[in-house]
């Protein structure tokens, strides 16, 4: 007897009239899941405002609240920092490509794409200085720019090579979709 709820491996119905969170392709959605070095980064943050707002807690008890605030304030952007490092990414939509990064987001309309392409390049090892051989997914406008969107030793690939491939799949997959779509 199959059990009366949703789950992710459950097979949808084609007669089923219920309308799924992504078959909106006007929302803008991530094509992969965060991986794990991002999830655990970010976990890690939040785990240190848990302790700089217990700080807090500590100094506004004690009477000092110039001090509180600032440790309030210092807490909040921690929070806050750790709320985008799980944004950053590739996110698409039927309006085109958004690059969020850390402190920056680029949005490019499917037209102006000329193609993406998945080629061997010096990448950044989870985003840090330190560069290594690897493999991104570029795109290419039609002015001739270059970007590179998802890279293999990113915080959202790193160790994990089938995604990375099921993420360049579905983003180009994207862009075979909309690019003519002007």
Known sequence: MPLPFLTADRAFDADDDIALPFDDHDTWRR???????????????????????????????????AGAAVTFGLAALIIAAALRLLR??????????????????????????????????????????????????????????????LTDHSADFLSRVEAFDRATDTVEAWNAEYAGAR
């Open 31 to 65: 094509p992969y899941r965060p991986g794990p070095w991002r999830v655990g980064a970010a976990a890690l943050a939040l785990l240190l405002a848990s302790f700089v707002l217990l700080a807090a807690v500590i100094i506004t008890a004690t009477g000092t609240l």
């Open 88 to 149: 950053v990414g590739t996110w698409v939509s039927r309006n085109g490509l958004r690059h969020v990064r850390m402190l920056s987001t680029t949005t490019v309309p499917w037209h102006t794409v000329s193609g993406l392409r998945t080629v061997q390049m010096p990448v950044r090892w989870l985003g840090l200085p330190r560069t290594v051989q690897g493999q991104a997914l570029v795109y290419v406008r039609r002015d001739g720019e270059q970007q590179p969107l």
